[in-house]
């Protein structure tokens, strides 16, 4: 679809689209880890980890902190998208609610360390993801393109799920230093790839890092909008879907 302020082309009747390769998001699109990425379920994780180590903190107030300190980060972090210090942000959440220890730092590492553990064990996928992949492998050039702030963490899921002998290219945003929409981490992986942004397509649930990053490098994008929460910007992309399933018959639709 035609966005001017986007600068993409429309296609025209009888335009031919080809698509040469498909890139996609991860978590929330391929894989799931619905316990880890509902809203506030970190500060619950850092809370019951500080708790296991003995210190008592006061939730609420770790909370509201992790809140302020993550929205400051972010806005810091927007001009130009470059990946997030998450242990700093954890880092000065407790520093800012008081809690000083002797052991500051290793014990800030220690929390984050055990955080991150949770991931590879809660990471599952869903249950069209392994059917569809199997369907565009060998058609497509087939990249995953991730905001995730640690690169070793992402890989020991990427494992899990055998993504090395599925992906020509596996791009993560903490090993890039810039998180989708910068055009820096896409380019990453079209390089990768030897694709040019014309030919390729991007697969995401979220509407900035998945559709508008893609659109303004001249890609074509399908966005995941599981639950409807992103009507107002379906325009924007060129086909939407309600689950990963639905992404082979989008793909027909758009070629």
Same mark, same amino acid.
């Given at each position: ?8 082309? *429309? ?6 689209? %080809? %698509? ?16 880890l990425m509902r809203r506030g379920a970190s500060t619950e994780i850092f809370h019951t980890i500080l708790e296991t180590h003995g210190f008592d903190i006061d939730y609420s107030a770790l909370r509201d902190a992790y809140i302020l300190v993550t929205r400051k980060q972010n806005q810091e972090a927007r001009?130009?998208? !470059? ?11 407790? !520093? ?23 991931? *590879? ?30 690169? *070793? ?18 791009? %993560? ?23 040019? *942004? ?9 509407? %900035? ?47």
């Open positions: 679809m035609y966005n001017e302020a986007l600068g993409d082309q *429309p296609n025209l009747p009888g335009d031919t689209v %080809i %698509i040469e390769t498909v890139l996609f998001d991860c978590w929330g699109t391929l894989v799931q880890a619905p316990n001009s130009d998208w !470059r990946e997030l210090d998450h242990v700093e942000r954890l880092a000065l959440t407790l !520093r800012s609610i008081g809690f000083n220890h002797p052991d500051f730092n290793e014990i800030v590492r220690e929390v984050w360390t055990e955080y991150l553990k949770e991931w *590879p064990k809660q990471s599952t996928l869903y249950d069209d993801t392994t059917l569809l992949l199997k369907a565009l492998r060998g058609k497509y050039k087939l990249g995953l393109v991730t905001n995730y702030p640690d690169g *070793p963490t992402a890989r020991k899921v990427f494992r899990k799920f055998r993504f090395e002998e599925v992906f020509d290219s596996l791009v %993560i945003s903490g090993e890039v230093g810039y998180r989708k929409p910068s055009w820096i981490i896409f380019e990453r992986a079209l390089t990768e790839l030897g694709s040019n *942004p014309k030919d390729a397509l991007m697969v995401g649930d979220t509407f %900035i890092a998945d559709v508008l990053g893609p659109k303004k490098m001249g890609m074509k994008s399908i966005l995941i909008d599981a639950d409807g929460s992103e009507v107002e910007n379906h325009h924007v992309a060129d086909v939407v879907v309600r689950s990963i399933g639905e992404v082979g018959d989008a793909l027909k639709q758009l070629c």
